[in-house]
């Protein structure tokens, strides 16, 4: 997906990046068809940033660029059976991920970032795109996906509970192309990874839970936006007035 984004990019802007202004990029958000456009001056933004680090460009002409063209909504359901299927056909490490993305809501960025040290009593996880910080119950349920993660890793200790080789941190390019090739296994079409954090939002929704909350997210439209279905609530009839 990035290289193909990549590949539009450079059709695009076939000049310097340092010739690259901020009127271009606003022109490309206002003129592209493609749904995915936001997403791809998101990969530019951050080819942006990585240069700047290096000391190569000072610049980064998509900081501050927005679109006014309304985001699609995404209304795909991972549904209990479509679940169950993939989990059968993932890895024993993808399984815990997958467990854990969806018993926490995490974001994947989130997810794979995630240390020992951010469970227990004094443990807090912050999400990097909103600064929302949480403390995660430690229930028998979580308890036993973090045990299945102490003893994938063995003997060789990591401070990441999602690692891979050596201890180090998984990378959600990986954990994306896992997910895609149990998919396949398991025959479930169209779903991507971002539908755990979506079911795990509307079944805690479903269960009377807070799911804004759940989520991390500091506006209720946002997890609105989330939420699949349409949550059917019991409601108690008023007493009938006479006289």
Partial sequence: MYRNWARKLGAV????????????????????????????????????????ARGELQFNPCIGVRSSRPRSKRSRALTDAEFAAVREK?????????????????????????????FGDAGVVEHKKTGFRQHFELTEDLGQVLDEARLLQGKIGSIYVLSGRGGKQLNRHTIDAWWRKACAAAGVKGAVWHDLRAKGGTDKDAQGGNAQQFLGHTDPRTTQGYLRGRRVVSVEPLHRKKG
């Fill in 90 to 118: 993932a890895s024993p490490l993808l399984r815990v991920a997958i467990d854990l993305a969806y018993m926490t809501g995490l974001r994947v960025s989130d997810l794979i970032d995630l240390r020992w040290n951010q």
């Fill in 13 to 52: 802007f076939p000049v310097a990046p340092i010739e690259i202004t901020q009127g271009d990029v606003a022109r490309y958000l206002h003129d592209c068809v493609r749904t995915s456009a936001r997403g791809e001056i998101s990969l530019l933004s951050s080819a942006y940033q990585h240069a700047m």
